[in-house]
Protein backbone atom coordinates (compact mmCIF):
# COMPACT_ATOMS: atom_id res chain seq x y z
CA UNK A 1 0.00 0.00 0.00
CA UNK A 2 3.14 2.36 0.91
CA UNK A 3 4.04 1.66 -2.70
CA UNK A 4 0.86 2.72 -4.02
CA UNK A 5 1.11 6.22 -1.85
CA UNK A 6 4.59 6.62 -3.03
CA UNK A 7 3.63 6.21 -7.06
CA UNK A 8 0.80 8.51 -6.90
CA UNK A 9 3.26 11.43 -5.33
CA UNK A 10 6.30 10.38 -7.74
CA UNK A 11 3.66 10.74 -10.41
CA UNK A 12 1.88 13.94 -9.14
CA UNK A 13 5.58 15.76 -8.99
CA UNK A 14 5.80 14.47 -12.78
CA UNK A 15 2.95 16.31 -13.95
CA UNK A 16 3.42 18.98 -12.29
CA UNK A 17 6.83 19.51 -13.73
CA UNK A 18 5.57 19.28 -17.37
CA UNK A 19 2.70 21.28 -16.78
CA UNK A 20 -0.06 18.62 -16.98
CA UNK A 21 -3.07 20.90 -15.91
CA UNK A 22 -5.98 17.33 -15.59
CA UNK A 23 -4.21 13.98 -15.64
CA UNK A 24 -5.81 10.27 -16.13
CA UNK A 25 -5.19 6.98 -14.65
CA UNK A 26 -7.12 3.56 -14.83
CA UNK A 27 -7.64 2.35 -11.59
CA UNK A 28 -8.41 -1.12 -13.07
CA UNK A 29 -11.83 -0.39 -15.05
CA UNK A 30 -12.12 2.80 -13.16
CA UNK A 31 -11.05 5.95 -14.93
CA UNK A 32 -9.70 8.43 -12.10
CA UNK A 33 -9.38 12.17 -13.45
CA UNK A 34 -6.75 14.16 -11.35
CA UNK A 35 -6.97 17.75 -11.32
CA UNK A 36 -3.43 19.69 -10.94
CA UNK A 37 -4.90 23.14 -10.89
CA UNK A 38 -6.31 23.97 -7.31
CA UNK A 39 -8.89 26.29 -9.10
CA UNK A 40 -10.13 22.94 -10.72
CA UNK A 41 -9.92 20.94 -7.22
CA UNK A 42 -11.91 23.26 -5.60
CA UNK A 43 -14.65 23.51 -8.82
CA UNK A 44 -15.26 19.84 -8.39
CA UNK A 45 -15.72 19.75 -4.81
CA UNK A 46 -18.25 22.54 -5.22
CA UNK A 47 -20.33 20.80 -7.89
CA UNK A 48 -19.83 17.13 -7.77
CA UNK A 49 -21.52 15.77 -4.29
CA UNK A 50 -21.46 12.32 -4.80
CA UNK A 51 -18.71 10.50 -3.04
CA UNK A 52 -16.65 8.12 -5.62
CA UNK A 53 -18.05 4.77 -6.66
CA UNK A 54 -14.40 3.27 -5.07
CA UNK A 55 -15.80 4.02 -1.60
CA UNK A 56 -18.47 1.42 -2.00
CA UNK A 57 -15.79 -1.38 -1.16
CA UNK A 58 -16.81 -0.02 2.45
CA UNK A 59 -20.46 -0.98 2.08
CA UNK A 60 -20.27 -4.27 2.63
CA UNK A 61 -18.26 -3.85 6.01
CA UNK A 62 -19.27 -0.68 7.90
CA UNK A 63 -22.79 0.26 5.44
CA UNK A 64 -22.63 3.37 3.08
CA UNK A 65 -23.81 5.97 6.22
CA UNK A 66 -23.80 9.68 4.77
CA UNK A 67 -20.02 9.68 5.14
CA UNK A 68 -19.81 7.55 1.80
CA UNK A 69 -23.32 7.33 0.29
CA UNK A 70 -23.79 7.71 -3.10
CA UNK A 71 -27.25 8.85 -2.63
CA UNK A 72 -27.64 12.78 -2.56
CA UNK A 73 -31.15 13.27 -1.22
CA UNK A 74 -30.76 11.18 1.86
CA UNK A 75 -27.10 12.80 2.66
CA UNK A 76 -28.68 16.33 2.31
CA UNK A 77 -31.73 14.76 5.00
CA UNK A 78 -28.62 13.73 6.93
CA UNK A 79 -26.20 16.62 6.78
CA UNK A 80 -29.17 18.84 8.09
CA UNK A 81 -29.67 16.27 11.06
CA UNK A 82 -26.29 16.07 11.99
CA UNK A 83 -25.21 19.60 11.86
CA UNK A 84 -27.16 19.97 14.39
CA UNK A 85 -24.73 18.18 16.71
CA UNK A 86 -22.14 20.81 15.26
CA UNK A 87 -23.87 24.49 15.80
CA UNK A 88 -21.29 26.70 17.02
CA UNK A 89 -23.43 26.70 20.56
CA UNK A 90 -23.04 23.49 20.97
CA UNK A 91 -20.04 22.84 20.54
CA UNK A 92 -18.80 24.78 23.08
CA UNK A 93 -20.57 22.58 25.16
CA UNK A 94 -18.31 19.39 23.92
CA UNK A 95 -14.83 21.14 25.77
CA UNK A 96 -16.29 19.64 28.99
CA UNK A 97 -15.97 16.08 27.69
CA UNK A 98 -12.61 16.52 26.05
CA UNK A 99 -11.50 17.95 29.25
CA UNK A 100 -12.59 14.74 31.03
CA UNK A 101 -11.44 12.43 28.68
CA UNK A 102 -7.39 14.05 28.32
CA UNK A 103 -7.22 13.62 31.79
CA UNK A 104 -7.93 10.52 32.40
CA UNK A 105 -5.59 10.17 29.42
CA UNK A 106 -2.85 12.64 30.93
CA UNK A 107 -3.16 9.84 34.31
CA UNK A 108 -2.84 7.02 31.65
CA UNK A 109 0.46 8.23 30.50
CA UNK A 110 1.97 9.41 33.52
CA UNK A 111 4.22 5.67 33.54
CA UNK A 112 5.39 6.96 31.02
CA UNK A 113 7.14 9.87 31.92
CA UNK A 114 8.08 7.93 35.15
CA UNK A 115 10.22 5.53 32.99
CA UNK A 116 11.44 7.83 30.08
CA UNK A 117 10.62 5.18 27.93
CA UNK A 118 9.61 5.82 24.03
CA UNK A 119 5.52 5.24 23.11
CA UNK A 120 3.24 5.26 20.70
CA UNK A 121 0.53 8.07 21.50
CA UNK A 122 -1.60 6.66 18.78
CA UNK A 123 -2.94 3.81 20.44
CA UNK A 124 -4.01 5.59 23.47
CA UNK A 125 -5.56 8.75 22.09
CA UNK A 126 -7.61 6.64 20.12
CA UNK A 127 -9.95 5.33 23.11
CA UNK A 128 -10.02 9.22 24.01
CA UNK A 129 -11.08 10.77 20.77
CA UNK A 130 -13.68 7.53 20.36
CA UNK A 131 -15.00 8.11 24.07
CA UNK A 132 -15.26 12.06 23.04
CA UNK A 133 -17.02 11.54 20.03
CA UNK A 134 -19.70 8.54 21.47
CA UNK A 135 -20.48 11.32 24.26
CA UNK A 136 -20.74 14.36 22.37
CA UNK A 137 -22.39 13.06 19.15
CA UNK A 138 -24.68 9.88 20.41
CA UNK A 139 -25.17 10.93 24.67
CA UNK A 140 -22.81 7.75 25.28
CA UNK A 141 -20.44 7.02 27.37
CA UNK A 142 -18.58 3.54 26.19
CA UNK A 143 -15.78 4.31 29.39
CA UNK A 144 -13.74 3.26 26.61
CA UNK A 145 -10.41 4.55 28.24
CA UNK A 146 -11.17 3.04 31.94
CA UNK A 147 -12.01 -0.11 30.36
CA UNK A 148 -9.05 -0.16 27.61
CA UNK A 149 -11.56 -1.82 25.42
CA UNK A 150 -11.04 -1.08 21.33
CA UNK A 151 -12.64 -4.01 20.09
CA UNK A 152 -14.59 -1.77 17.97
CA UNK A 153 -12.24 0.50 16.82
CA UNK A 154 -9.63 -2.48 16.06
CA UNK A 155 -12.96 -3.83 14.17
CA UNK A 156 -12.85 -0.44 12.24
CA UNK A 157 -9.71 -0.28 11.67
CA UNK A 158 -9.51 -3.10 9.88
CA UNK A 159 -12.47 -2.91 7.97
CA UNK A 160 -11.28 0.25 6.69
CA UNK A 161 -7.57 -1.66 5.97
CA UNK A 162 -9.70 -4.61 3.75
CA UNK A 163 -11.85 -1.72 2.30
CA UNK A 164 -8.82 0.41 0.97
CA UNK A 165 -7.17 -3.40 0.03
CA UNK A 166 -9.97 -4.28 -2.14
CA UNK A 167 -10.19 -0.60 -3.64
CA UNK A 168 -6.64 -0.94 -5.01
CA UNK A 169 -6.71 -4.43 -5.49
CA UNK A 170 -9.35 -4.67 -8.13
CA UNK A 171 -9.25 -7.87 -8.17
CA UNK A 172 -10.42 -8.84 -5.18
CA UNK A 173 -13.72 -7.25 -6.11
CA UNK A 174 -14.21 -10.52 -7.83
CA UNK A 175 -16.70 -12.24 -4.89
CA UNK A 176 -15.08 -16.02 -5.35
CA UNK A 177 -11.14 -14.54 -5.37
CA UNK A 178 -12.32 -12.71 -2.46
CA UNK A 179 -13.59 -15.69 -0.55
CA UNK A 180 -10.74 -17.43 -1.63
CA UNK A 181 -8.25 -15.30 -0.31
CA UNK A 182 -9.58 -15.55 3.17
CA UNK A 183 -10.70 -11.92 3.34
CA UNK A 184 -14.17 -12.37 3.30
CA UNK A 185 -14.53 -14.66 5.89
CA UNK A 186 -12.33 -12.13 7.84
CA UNK A 187 -15.02 -9.77 7.01
CA UNK A 188 -18.01 -11.37 7.80
CA UNK A 189 -16.28 -11.39 11.37
CA UNK A 190 -16.03 -8.41 11.26
CA UNK A 191 -19.43 -7.31 10.43
CA UNK A 192 -20.83 -8.74 12.81
CA UNK A 193 -18.81 -7.09 15.70
CA UNK A 194 -20.01 -3.94 14.23
CA UNK A 195 -23.46 -4.61 13.74
CA UNK A 196 -23.71 -6.14 17.61
CA UNK A 197 -21.87 -2.93 18.94
CA UNK A 198 -24.38 -0.20 16.54
CA UNK A 199 -27.35 -2.18 17.61
CA UNK A 200 -26.49 -1.87 21.04
CA UNK A 201 -25.42 1.61 21.02
CA UNK A 202 -28.90 1.59 20.03
CA UNK A 203 -31.06 0.26 22.47
CA UNK A 204 -29.01 2.47 25.26
CA UNK A 205 -29.99 5.37 23.51
CA UNK A 206 -33.54 4.31 23.30
CA UNK A 207 -33.61 3.45 27.30
CA UNK A 208 -32.07 7.16 27.65
CA UNK A 209 -34.71 8.78 25.87
CA UNK A 210 -37.66 6.15 27.64
CA UNK A 211 -36.02 7.44 30.81
CA UNK A 212 -35.63 11.11 30.06
CA UNK A 213 -39.75 11.01 29.03
CA UNK A 214 -40.23 9.30 32.86
CA UNK A 215 -38.62 11.89 34.33
CA UNK A 216 -40.71 14.68 32.78
CA UNK A 217 -43.95 12.99 33.08
CA UNK A 218 -42.59 12.59 37.06
CA UNK A 219 -41.29 15.95 37.68
CA UNK A 220 -41.83 18.28 34.71
CA UNK A 221 -39.12 19.75 32.87
CA UNK A 222 -35.39 19.57 35.21
CA UNK A 223 -32.44 21.50 34.91
CA UNK A 224 -29.98 19.30 33.10
CA UNK A 225 -25.76 19.66 32.71
CA UNK A 226 -25.01 20.97 29.56
CA UNK A 227 -24.07 17.53 28.21
CA UNK A 228 -27.42 16.34 29.09
CA UNK A 229 -29.38 18.72 27.26
CA UNK A 230 -28.28 18.25 23.89
CA UNK A 231 -30.20 15.96 21.84
CA UNK A 232 -27.71 13.56 20.11
CA UNK A 233 -28.38 13.10 16.06
CA UNK A 234 -29.51 9.40 16.79
CA UNK A 235 -31.81 11.31 19.50
CA UNK A 236 -33.79 13.46 17.11
CA UNK A 237 -34.21 11.03 14.58
CA UNK A 238 -35.46 8.13 16.53
CA UNK A 239 -37.75 10.90 18.09
CA UNK A 240 -39.09 12.33 14.59
CA UNK A 241 -42.31 10.73 13.45
CA UNK A 242 -40.95 9.66 10.04
CA UNK A 243 -39.45 6.59 12.26
CA UNK A 244 -36.24 5.73 11.08
CA UNK A 245 -35.12 2.15 10.94
CA UNK A 246 -32.37 0.53 12.68
CA UNK A 247 -30.07 -0.59 9.92
CA UNK A 248 -30.32 2.87 8.99
CA UNK A 249 -29.34 4.67 12.05
CA UNK A 250 -26.77 2.07 12.29
CA UNK A 251 -24.98 2.71 9.45
CA UNK A 252 -25.11 6.83 10.57
CA UNK A 253 -23.48 5.86 13.64
CA UNK A 254 -20.85 4.06 12.09
CA UNK A 255 -20.10 6.76 9.56
CA UNK A 256 -20.04 9.31 12.52
CA UNK A 257 -17.61 7.04 14.63
CA UNK A 258 -15.19 6.41 11.79
CA UNK A 259 -15.06 9.84 10.88
CA UNK A 260 -14.94 11.44 14.61
CA UNK A 261 -12.09 9.13 16.06
CA UNK A 262 -9.77 8.14 12.95
CA UNK A 263 -9.03 11.32 11.90
CA UNK A 264 -8.67 13.08 15.02
CA UNK A 265 -6.05 10.22 16.78
CA UNK A 266 -4.06 10.88 13.59
CA UNK A 267 -3.87 14.51 13.96
CA UNK A 268 -3.56 14.43 17.90
CA UNK A 269 -0.63 12.13 17.42
CA UNK A 270 0.74 14.42 14.68
CA UNK A 271 0.54 17.48 16.43
CA UNK A 272 2.83 15.77 19.70
CA UNK A 273 5.13 14.93 17.23
CA UNK A 274 5.58 17.86 15.80
CA UNK A 275 6.31 19.11 19.19
CA UNK A 276 8.03 16.83 20.26
CA UNK A 277 10.79 17.26 17.13
CA UNK A 278 10.62 21.08 17.28
CA UNK A 279 11.34 22.19 20.53
CA UNK A 280 11.41 26.05 20.04
CA UNK A 281 7.93 25.54 18.72
CA UNK A 282 6.80 23.59 21.86
CA UNK A 283 8.70 26.13 24.29
CA UNK A 284 6.57 29.08 22.16
CA UNK A 285 2.95 27.51 22.48
CA UNK A 286 3.73 26.70 26.51
CA UNK A 287 4.64 30.66 26.75
CA UNK A 288 1.06 31.30 24.80
CA UNK A 289 -0.35 28.68 27.16
CA UNK A 290 1.15 29.85 30.23
CA UNK A 291 0.04 33.09 29.10
CA UNK A 292 -3.51 32.75 28.81
CA UNK A 293 -4.49 30.08 31.80
CA UNK A 294 -1.83 31.20 34.34
CA UNK A 295 1.49 30.02 35.71
CA UNK A 296 0.10 26.86 36.39
CA UNK A 297 -1.14 26.02 33.24
CA UNK A 298 -4.50 24.54 31.92
CA UNK A 299 -5.93 23.56 35.96
CA UNK A 300 -9.51 23.38 35.29
CA UNK A 301 -12.24 22.50 31.94
CA UNK A 302 -10.73 25.70 29.29
CA UNK A 303 -13.37 28.20 27.92
CA UNK A 304 -13.91 28.15 24.87
CA UNK A 305 -12.95 32.12 24.58
CA UNK A 306 -9.33 30.75 26.29
CA UNK A 307 -8.65 28.30 23.73
CA UNK A 308 -9.78 30.80 20.67
CA UNK A 309 -7.08 33.01 22.58
CA UNK A 310 -4.55 30.33 21.81
CA UNK A 311 -3.20 31.83 18.50
CA UNK A 312 -0.37 30.39 18.05
CA UNK A 313 -1.31 26.44 18.92
CA UNK A 314 -3.58 27.37 16.37
CA UNK A 315 -1.08 27.94 13.72
CA UNK A 316 0.67 24.50 14.90
CA UNK A 317 -2.38 22.52 14.87
CA UNK A 318 -3.14 23.90 10.99
CA UNK A 319 0.69 22.88 9.57
CA UNK A 320 0.29 19.78 11.20
CA UNK A 321 -2.57 19.47 9.08
CA UNK A 322 -0.94 20.43 6.26
CA UNK A 323 1.74 17.75 6.42
CA UNK A 324 -0.39 15.66 7.57
CA UNK A 325 -3.96 15.57 6.14
CA UNK A 326 -6.00 12.58 7.74
CA UNK A 327 -7.85 12.45 4.50
CA UNK A 328 -5.18 12.26 1.83
CA UNK A 329 -6.99 12.30 -0.94
CA UNK A 330 -10.69 12.94 -1.49
CA UNK A 331 -12.66 10.46 -4.39
CA UNK A 332 -15.64 12.95 -6.35
CA UNK A 333 -18.22 10.50 -8.68
CA UNK A 334 -18.69 12.95 -12.02
CA UNK A 335 -22.60 12.88 -12.07
CA UNK A 336 -23.45 15.80 -13.45
CA UNK A 337 -21.83 17.61 -16.74
CA UNK A 338 -18.39 19.36 -15.67
CA UNK A 339 -16.41 21.50 -17.65
CA UNK A 340 -12.82 22.20 -16.06
CA UNK A 341 -10.87 24.70 -18.23
CA UNK A 342 -12.68 23.67 -21.40
CA UNK A 343 -12.27 19.69 -20.60
CA UNK A 344 -15.73 18.12 -20.10
CA UNK A 345 -14.75 15.29 -17.30
CA UNK A 346 -16.34 11.90 -18.35
CA UNK A 347 -19.61 11.28 -16.94
CA UNK A 348 -19.32 8.67 -14.13
CA UNK A 349 -15.27 8.94 -14.21
CA UNK A 350 -13.99 9.36 -10.71
CA UNK A 351 -11.98 13.07 -9.77
CA UNK A 352 -8.75 12.24 -7.14
CA UNK A 353 -8.76 15.47 -5.40
CA UNK A 354 -4.75 14.88 -3.78
CA UNK A 355 -4.92 16.91 -0.79
CA UNK A 356 -1.81 15.26 0.68
CA UNK A 357 0.57 16.34 -2.41
CA UNK A 358 -1.40 19.87 -3.39
CA UNK A 359 -0.29 20.37 0.97
CA UNK A 360 3.09 19.87 -0.25
CA UNK A 361 3.61 21.61 -3.46
CA UNK A 362 6.07 24.08 -3.12
CA UNK A 363 4.53 26.43 -5.18
CA UNK A 364 1.86 27.17 -2.37
CA UNK A 365 4.47 25.91 0.40
CA UNK A 366 8.39 26.76 -0.40
CA UNK A 367 9.87 24.01 1.28
CA UNK A 368 7.17 22.17 1.51
CA UNK A 369 8.56 19.02 3.88
CA UNK A 370 9.60 21.88 6.26
CA UNK A 371 7.31 22.18 9.62
CA UNK A 372 6.26 26.43 9.93
CA UNK A 373 3.54 27.31 11.55
CA UNK A 374 3.62 30.52 10.22
CA UNK A 375 3.15 29.84 7.36
CA UNK A 376 -0.25 30.66 8.87
CA UNK A 377 -0.14 34.07 9.49
CA UNK A 378 -3.12 35.76 8.31
CA UNK A 379 -1.03 37.68 5.54
CA UNK A 380 0.62 34.65 4.74
CA UNK A 381 -2.68 32.48 4.41
CA UNK A 382 -4.22 35.60 2.19
CA UNK A 383 -1.23 34.84 -0.51
CA UNK A 384 -2.74 31.36 -1.23
CA UNK A 385 -5.52 30.39 -3.38
CA UNK A 386 -7.76 28.73 -1.16
CA UNK A 387 -7.99 25.04 -3.03
CA UNK A 388 -3.86 24.98 -1.51
CA UNK A 389 -5.02 24.17 2.01
CA UNK A 390 -8.16 22.27 2.38
CA UNK A 391 -7.66 19.64 4.95
CA UNK A 392 -11.41 19.77 6.05
CA UNK A 393 -12.25 19.15 2.18
CA UNK A 394 -14.13 21.90 0.88
CA UNK A 395 -17.83 22.74 -0.23
CA UNK A 396 -21.10 21.43 0.24
CA UNK A 397 -19.81 18.23 1.50
CA UNK A 398 -16.58 19.49 3.98
CA UNK A 399 -15.94 18.25 7.49
CA UNK A 400 -19.17 18.94 9.66
CA UNK A 401 -16.19 19.14 12.70
CA UNK A 402 -13.98 20.67 12.15
CA UNK A 403 -14.69 23.62 14.59
CA UNK A 404 -15.22 20.04 17.10
CA UNK A 405 -12.26 19.08 15.76
CA UNK A 406 -9.88 22.26 15.88
CA UNK A 407 -11.04 23.10 20.17
CA UNK A 408 -10.29 18.84 20.74
CA UNK A 409 -7.22 19.18 20.00
CA UNK A 410 -6.58 22.74 21.76
CA UNK A 411 -8.02 21.28 24.50
CA UNK A 412 -5.80 17.85 24.11
CA UNK A 413 -2.37 19.70 23.18
CA UNK A 414 -2.86 22.73 25.93
CA UNK A 415 -3.65 19.65 28.70
CA UNK A 416 -0.99 17.60 27.93
CA UNK A 417 1.90 20.50 27.76
CA UNK A 418 0.18 21.52 31.40
CA UNK A 419 1.89 18.41 32.86
CA UNK A 420 4.50 17.48 30.48
CA UNK A 421 7.28 18.13 28.29
CA UNK A 422 6.83 16.24 25.10
CA UNK A 423 10.67 14.82 23.77
CA UNK A 424 11.30 13.28 20.47
CA UNK A 425 12.85 9.62 20.26
CA UNK A 426 15.90 7.61 18.88
CA UNK A 427 13.46 6.58 16.51
CA UNK A 428 11.89 9.38 15.69
CA UNK A 429 13.72 12.77 16.22
CA UNK A 430 13.20 14.28 12.45
CA UNK A 431 10.80 15.09 9.84
CA UNK A 432 12.89 12.55 8.20
CA UNK A 433 11.69 9.56 10.38
CA UNK A 434 8.27 10.28 10.21
CA UNK A 435 6.84 6.98 8.12
CA UNK A 436 3.42 7.13 6.40
CA UNK A 437 0.99 4.38 4.77
CA UNK A 438 -2.06 5.61 3.22
CA UNK A 439 -5.22 4.20 3.32
CA UNK A 440 -8.42 5.77 3.20
CA UNK A 441 -6.87 7.82 6.01
CA UNK A 442 -3.40 8.63 7.18
CA UNK A 443 -1.48 6.36 9.21
CA UNK A 444 1.12 6.94 10.98
CA UNK A 445 3.47 3.76 11.50
CA UNK A 446 4.65 2.46 14.88
CA UNK A 447 8.02 4.02 14.91
CA UNK A 448 6.23 7.47 15.06
CA UNK A 449 6.51 7.75 19.14
CA UNK A 450 7.46 10.24 21.36
CA UNK A 451 8.95 10.33 25.41
CA UNK A 452 7.11 12.40 28.22
CA UNK A 453 9.14 14.66 31.28
CA UNK A 454 7.27 16.09 34.00
CA UNK A 455 6.72 19.74 33.80
CA UNK A 456 8.12 20.22 36.88
CA UNK A 457 11.40 18.41 35.82
CA UNK A 458 12.10 20.23 33.18
CA UNK A 459 11.40 23.63 34.60
CA UNK A 460 14.13 22.38 37.23
CA UNK A 461 16.05 21.76 34.80
CA UNK A 462 16.07 24.79 32.76
CA UNK A 463 16.61 26.73 36.22
C1 LIG B 1 -8.70 16.88 12.41
C2 LIG B 1 -9.74 16.14 12.33
C3 LIG B 1 -10.59 15.97 11.10
C4 LIG B 1 -10.24 16.05 9.79
C5 LIG B 1 -8.87 16.35 9.20
C6 LIG B 1 -11.44 15.80 9.02
C7 LIG B 1 -11.51 15.81 7.65
C8 LIG B 1 -12.65 15.56 6.92
C9 LIG B 1 -12.71 15.58 5.49
C10 LIG B 1 -11.54 15.84 4.57
C11 LIG B 1 -13.99 15.29 5.14
C12 LIG B 1 -14.56 15.22 3.74
C13 LIG B 1 -14.32 13.89 3.11
C14 LIG B 1 -14.65 13.93 1.65
O1 LIG B 1 -14.94 14.97 1.11
O2 LIG B 1 -14.60 12.87 1.05
C15 LIG B 1 -14.73 15.09 6.34
C16 LIG B 1 -16.08 14.80 6.40
C17 LIG B 1 -16.75 14.60 7.55
N1 LIG B 1 -16.28 14.76 8.84
FE1 LIG B 1 -14.41 15.27 9.37
N2 LIG B 1 -12.47 15.57 9.89
C18 LIG B 1 -12.00 15.68 11.15
C19 LIG B 1 -12.72 15.52 12.33
C20 LIG B 1 -14.05 15.25 12.39
C21 LIG B 1 -14.79 15.08 13.61
C22 LIG B 1 -14.20 15.22 15.00
C23 LIG B 1 -16.06 14.76 13.25
C24 LIG B 1 -17.24 14.45 14.12
C25 LIG B 1 -17.22 14.24 15.39
C26 LIG B 1 -16.13 14.74 11.80
C27 LIG B 1 -17.24 14.46 11.08
C28 LIG B 1 -17.29 14.46 9.70
C29 LIG B 1 -18.47 14.08 8.96
C30 LIG B 1 -19.78 13.67 9.57
C31 LIG B 1 -18.14 14.19 7.61
C32 LIG B 1 -19.04 13.91 6.43
C33 LIG B 1 -19.61 15.20 5.89
C34 LIG B 1 -20.52 15.01 4.69
O3 LIG B 1 -20.35 14.06 3.91
O4 LIG B 1 -21.39 15.85 4.53
N3 LIG B 1 -14.88 15.04 11.31
N4 LIG B 1 -13.90 15.26 7.43
Known amino acids: MENVFFTITTLYKAWRAIGTKIARIWLGPDLVVIPLE ?40 MRKVISSNFHFSIVKSYINIFYDEIN ?52 TDRAMELGQLRMYWFFLKNEM ?38 QRQLHGEMEEDDEKKVRSFAEIMLEDENHIEDEDLAKQIMSIIIAGQDTTKSENTAVLLMLSI ?86 YYPNPDVFDPERFTPEEILKRPVGAYIPFSYGPRDCVGKKYAMLQMKTIASSVLTKYRVLPTPECNKM ?19 RLQRRVEWEQDRV
Request: aromatic share 8%; with cysteine; hydrophobic share 35%.
Open 38 to 77: VDYCTQILTNQLQKSKQYQVFDSLISDGFLFTQNIPEWRN
Open 278 to 363: HQDVQDKVVEEMLSVFGPDGVTSCPTYEQLQELKYLDKVIKETLRLFPAVPILGRNIDKDENVAGHILAPDSTAAIMVFNIHRDPT
Open 432 to 450: KDIRLEVRSTLKLLETCTI
Open 177 to 214: IYKLSGFKAEQTKITEILHDYTHTTIREIRQRINEKKI
Open 104 to 155: ILIKKVEKFADSGESFQFEPLVVLATFNMVMRSTLGIDPKAQERNENIVLEA
